[in-house]
């Protein structure tokens, strides 16, 4: 089963930034588009990112302007900056393929709190 480990969260400031990494294993990180996704306390996870295989990128439209996915090809990472961060960005953040499918497996994700 797929292994994703998500690291780089912590506390910070509104207006603050942050900048996120995953850990993808290679046979899926060549051929799969992958996301970002985030899952705030007492409500569902959601989509927040997506970059293809070819780094073509889309955002949810509260991420769009303010976050950023790359990829790093050398170290087949995913990563996430995210800039003029709100409170409600406040979540555990997640990568996984894009599209992810129930049968997916999760890993353990990564919490990002901003708070004054």
């Known amino acids: 089963q797929a292994q994703f480990v998500e690291s780089g969260g912590g506390l910070v400031q509104p207006g603050g930034s942050l900048r996120l990494s995953c850990t993808v294993p290679?046979?899926?990180?060549?051929?799969?588009?992958m996301g970002w996704y985030r899952q705030a306390p007492g409500q569902q996870r959601e989509y927040v990112a997506r970059?293809?295989?070819?780094?073509?990128?889309m955002y949810a439209d509260s991420a769009e302007g303010r976050f950023t996915i790359t990829r790093d090809n050398a170290k087949n990472m995913i990563i996430l900056q995210m800039n003029d961060m709100k409170p409600e960005d406040t979540a555990v953040y997640y990568c996984n393929k894009a599209p992810v499918y129930s049968t997916d497996t999760w890993g353990q994700g990564t919490q990002v709190t901003v708070s004054s």
């Open positions: 970059i293809s295989t070819f780094g073509q990128t």
């Open positions: 290679g046979n899926i990180f060549t051929s799969s588009s």
